[in-house]
């Protein structure tokens, strides 16, 4: 998957590191555009366009070599990821999750605490759902719609516009300077 379609070659092939060795793929909606992530679940590949103009994506399946729509929602996908039998469309502010024979599973919108905001999610082989957040780092899922949430006991980011020591005691304070100079 790139800026400019999607590719591939024989996986046994010596010199992939060779552009040349790579062909594009002709036979899906725009061929000449942009994917941003591409996938093998349950022996099927599967892509994401990511139309810019729109803003919204479209996840096509290869299916007996023909490239058939598999997801739309109007909205970005920023992600296709697969874990203990599942397949995750990860979105700005959703996870939507399909199980082996390609039925919604469930569809994540929120923890409880807060919308969500996932970069990534996977099942592992207890089923305990984790998600990376954008705001609230590790969201650990282990039940029903009970989610918890790990993250350092630190500044909320690297942004810091201070720093001092103290007794032996690091202190910072987060943030960052504004074009006034204010904080």
Known sequence: ATESGIYYADKNNPNLANFEEWQKTSNIAFPNSKYTSILEFNN??????????????????LQDNQWLEFYS???????????????????????????????EERRITDYGFA??????????????????????????????????????????????????IQNSKLWLAGGGRSSFWGN
Not at 44 to 51: F, G, K
Not at 75 to 102: D, G
């Open 115 to 164: 919308a969500a905001e996932p970069f990534d999610a996977l099942y592992d082989t207890d089923n305990k759902l984790y998600i990376a957040d954008r705001y609230y780092g590790m969201v650990i899922n282990s039940s029903g719609n009970t989610f918890s949430s790990i993250h350092p006991n630190g500044p909320f980011n690297n942004n810091v516009v201070d720093i001092d």
């Open 44 to 61: 099927s590949i599967y892509a994401c366009y990511h139309d810019n103009s729109a803003n919204k994506s479209i996840v096509y399946r």
């Open 73 to 103: 929602d109007n909205k970005t996908v920023t992600k296709l990821n697969s874990s203990n039998n599942r397949l995750f469309v990860i979105e700005e502010n959703a996870i939507i999750i399909f199980n082996n024979n390609l039925i």
